[in-house]
């Protein structure tokens, strides 16, 4: 999960500047 949630911190920063960074991991929690 660990590994997953930082790919998408890092999709999510080179795709928006800061808000998404944060909320794409509460996400992948909730998923998980």
Same mark, same amino acid.
């Given at each position: ?7 998408a911190?890092?999709k ?10 944060? %909320? %794409? ?8």
């Amino acid at each position: 999960v660990d590994l997953m949630v930082k790919t998408a911190s890092s999709k999510a920063r080179l795709n928006a500047p800061l808000p998404i960074p944060i %909320v %794409v991991p509460s996400l992948s929690s909730q998923k998980a």
